[in-house]
């Protein structure tokens, strides 16, 4: 097949979304398929790269987003889909390019929506920040989302955390594909003495959040949680990994509340993520709108534990590897982690990762591809 993939919202700096687009496509290729990837970016391009063809449009910045592009020209997009003529299509943006569902029917292609998001979570927050009523969010949840079921053959959902929202709705047509994990690279034999005592002294715990620092992540609730333990009497010191909007506002705290925090940025090396993850004593994963999260799943593939925010879809993949606390402060979930014997929090978390793997993830999304339209339940 000549699977045509389109995404907005990606750059250089993407976490999760960019992760899962590069991993799939190289399954794709491996398994024989032609994989095409259609991103906005900041000029024209066309390359063949390891995970098949990549083509960049032109596409404009979206404000205060940190860099994102769009793919705008609905023109510009139709007349590239149609030249490459494809077998399959897969769409990861709910929002501005849902108007390929109605392309794809019109010229008799099999189109699969994945959704990355959560509407649900994500117009909670919005309406929580503009102190309107938050029975809103789920009527404009379930009228958006009602519209993306029909307007594609199928969506896949990453969790059954994912996947509520849809089936609120009465939508037969959804599929559950987990994502996955590069068992090879995060692992527990990444641990590095030297890193570990970069950031920290051998009496304090090395917290690390890795995530892009935008206002649905909540960034901020790693730096509670930090103030919390230490206010507690827990010697920790907190590393922040990721870029975005909200680092000046999060490095201006720090300072202010003499909070020791080091910003890292993004870390664009796979294995120096890797390294950094498996060196910590715990990963923060904080955000309330996570519908997988694959830096919590590459933390638990390094042999760390992750405490996560027990109103996303974390808790599902971390099991009991990891704790769900709601709220703004996971420090209870700190210390529940570190009241286990280190030597079996670790092997849990790496026994929790190895679950998934992106082998999986892509046979999985392939038999979507495949399927006749209906209820799915697809677990490679």
Aim: glycine residues 10%; proline residues 6%; charged residues 25%.
């Amino acid at each position: 097949m000549r699977i045509v993939r389109l995404a907005n919202f990606v750059t250089p700096h993407s976490g999760g979304l960019r992760t899962s687009l590069r991993e799939l496509g190289t399954g794709y290729l491996a398994a024989g398929h032609e994989p095409v990837l259609v991103v906005p970016g900041e000029a024209d391009r066309d390359e063949q790269t390891a995970q098949g063809r990549v083509i960049t449009l032109r596409g404009p910045r979206v404000p205060f987003t940190g860099g994102y592009r769009v793919l705008l020209s609905r023109r510009r997009v139709a007349g590239l889909l149609s030249r490459l003529r494809p077998d399959a299509l897969e769409v990861s943006d709910r929002a501005t390019l849902r108007w390929t569902g109605r392309w794809a029917r019109e010229h008799g292609v099999p189109a699969v929506m994945v959704s990355h998001e959560s509407l649900d979570a994500l117009l909670r927050l919005a309406l929580l920040r503009l102190a309107l009523p938050l029975w809103l969010a789920q009527a404009a949840g379930d009228a958006l989302n009602r519209r993306t079921a029909r307007a594609y053959r199928q969506v896949i959902c990453t969790t059954d955390w994912a996947a509520a929202e849809f089936g609120r709705i009465g939508a037969r047509n959804v599929a559950r594909v987990p994502l996955g994990v590069d068992l090879r690279i995060f692992c527990p034999e990444r641990f590095s003495e030297r890193v570990r005592t970069r950031y920290a002294a051998r009496h304090e715990k090395l917290l690390v959040h890795c995530g892009r620092l935008s206002a649905e992540k909540k960034p901020g609730r790693s730096l509670d949680t930090l103030a919390s333990l230490l206010a507690g009497g827990q010697a920790a010191r907190l590393v922040i990994a990721g870029d975005g909007p909200l680092r000046g506002a999060l490095v201006s705290r720090a300072v202010r509340d003499a909070l020791p925090v080091t910003f890292v940025g993004f870390l664009a090396g796979r294995e120096e993520l890797a390294t950094l993850l498996a060196s910590a004593d715990v990963v923060l994963a904080p955000g309330p709108a996570e519908t997988f999260g694959l830096a919590a799943l590459e933390a638990l593939a390094c042999g760390t534990p992750v405490v996560v925010s027990a109103e996303s879809a974390l808790p599902e993949v971390v099991g009991e590897a990891g704790v769900g606390v709601p709220g703004e402060d996971l420090a209870p979930g700190v210390r529940a982690v570190l009241a286990r014997p280190e030597r079996a929090r670790r092997a849990a978390a790496r026994a929790q990762a190895e679950r998934y793997g992106w082998p999986a993830a892509v046979r999985g999304f392939l038999a979507v591809h495949r399927a006749p339209c209906g209820d799915r339940e697809v677990r490679a």
